[in-house]
Nanobody
């Protein structure tokens, strides 16, 4: 049974920072692609950042230079460091894990991921 649990969300002023964490169980972090997604009210879920088994990262244009994805395989933990936060970053943030390898194109696509956490709310205002 795969379980992903996010934490670290909260409320912050524009320009502030937050660090999200996602702890996985029943899942081998080192072999898959991991990602962070977000969903604002009334909007579709969108990919924010992804990292593969080699540590190669990909970011949505909207967060490049502000967000950093990383992982610690020894702790089965995925991170998202978010700096220079903007009101438009307000959303529920989800951790996700793929069931196999993903092409570069698919790494920020919802359909590429089969395992999801319950989400953690980030509010910037």
């Amino acid at each position: 049974h795969v379980q992903l649990v996010e934490s670290g969300g909260g409320s912050v002023q524009p320009g502030g920072s937050l660090k999200l964490s996602c702890v996985g169980s029943g899942y081998i972090y080192s072999n898959k692609c991991m990602g962070w997604f977000r969903q604002a009210p009334g909007k579709e879920r969108e990919g924010v950042a992804a990292i593969d088994s080699s540590g190669t990262t990909r970011y949505a244009d909207s967060v490049k230079g502000r967000f950093t994805i990383s992982k610690d395989n020894t702790k089965n933990t995925l991170y998202l460091q978010m700096n220079s936060l903007k009101p438009e970053d307000t959303a529920m943030y989800y951790c996700a894990a793929s069931q196999g390898t993903l092409s570069w194109y698919d790494r920020l696509r919802v359909y590429g991921y089969g395992y999801w956490g319950q989400g953690t709310q980030v509010t910037v205002s």
